[in-house]
């Protein structure tokens, strides 16, 4: 069964700002707990990475999965090409600029898992994942850009 989760934070920075650390799918292995080794393996001819594999590891379950990414102006999303343990995952980052010099960031994630987990793991993964994908990223950009 698929669970969602949405996770927003405002961020003291402007959206080119935001979307170059996404964009930076390289550091995640920095400001991402869970991810513990990222590869593009496949970019656009502006350079934003279009198909990337990632090795994640968390409450005890490693993966390894290709997500194929779509990018717009203030927006980025992924979907799961492959994957031992997922069947779906589905995820997006909008970005509104608030017009003062920060922006809000929605962080929407949808996951379907293979492996079956008690529901209370799930729940507790989802809310870390969202607090890692928002937190982590304004703490990211705040150290590069603050």
Known sequence: MAVSVQSVVTI???VPEIMEVLADVDSLVEWSSAHRAVEVREA???GW???VWERVSQYGVTDEMVV???WYEGEVSWSLVESGSQK???ARYELTDNGD????VVFDLEVDLKIKLPGPVVKKAQ???ADVATTGLRNEVLRRHG
């Open 68 to 70: 194929r990414y779509e």
């Open 49 to 51: 990475p279009i198909v």
């Open 88 to 90: 779906v995952q589905n």
């Open 44 to 46: 656009d001819d502006e």
């Open 101 to 104: 010099g920060t922006t809000k």
């Open 12 to 14: 003291e920075a402007g």
């Open 127 to 129: 809310k870390h994942i």
